[in-house]
């Protein structure tokens, strides 16, 4: 497919990262390039709202992050919701970004179980104020009947994510690695080898510092 001319487009791909694994890095590479963005900003958030809370510390998966993106220049770590603490609302993350960015436009990657909660999200409606959304799917996914809210947002094509700033609907496939953060902290407190799942910087880190050594079956 091809990417979206220009390079102004920004990128915000949220989650827990605990630990980082191939899965997020292999998704934010590819809409990187499908979509021909500046940079994708890998955001960890501090305290979730609708999930349990890390096993590790803020500061750790925050260098876990720092560490697994290295060599990779266009995919950069923004803090602001580990800086900001309390509980980690996109809302407020995306309004701090469209103030450091009044005229880029801003695309927001959530996976489809995300999309299909997007309700219970905190001001749910307001995010498209300051972000197009983009729901990575599987190839061959589709979108269950969308109401009205959506449907009259949703872009006709990559290129009209480029023409403003905000507002709009996208799906888009991408590869998705059936690679799950639950099963590497349990494979480490078993003590198996997590080689290949995430990279090898990170799994020095994770040695160095002892993480993951109890078993955690709650996901996040």
Do not use: C
């Not at 947002?153 to 059936?178: C, I, W």
């Not at 590497?184 to 080689?195: L, V």
């Not at 020095?204 to 050594?213: A, F, R, S, V």
């Amino acid at each position: 497919m091809t990417a979206i001319s220009g390079s102004n487009l920004i990128g915000i791909f949220g989650g827990t990262f605990d630990p980082v694994h191939y899965g997020h890095l292999r998704a934010a590479l590819e809409v990187k390039e499908i979509f021909g963005l500046a940079e994708v900003r890998l955001t960890p958030s501090a305290t979730p709202p609708h999930r349990a809370q890390p096993a590790a510390t803020a500061q750790m998966r925050l260098q876990m992050l720092k560490l697994a993106v290295t060599k990779h220049p266009g995919l950069t770590v923004d803090s602001r919701e580990l800086d900001r603490g309390g509980p980690s609302y996109m809302v407020d993350t995306l309004k701090s970004l469209r103030q450091e960015f009044p005229n880029e436009p801003l695309l927001l990657f959530i996976g489809s179980d995300a999309f299909n909660h997007l309700a219970r999200w905190h001001q749910w409606q307001q995010l498209f104020s300051y972000a197009h959304i983009v729901v990575m799917t599987r190839p061959g996914f589709t979108a269950q009947a969308l109401d009205d809210f959506f449907t009259g947002r949703l872009a006709s094509g990559q290129q009209e994510l480029a023409q403003t700033v905000a507002g709009k609907l996208f799906f888009q496939a991408v590869t998705q690695l059936d690679i799950s953060a639950t099963a590497i902290r349990n494979m480490i407190a078993e003590q198996h080898n997590p080689g290949f799942l995430l990279p090898d910087a990170v799994i020095t880190y994770i040695k160095q510092n002892g993480l993951y050594q109890t078993p955690n079956l709650t996901p996040h």
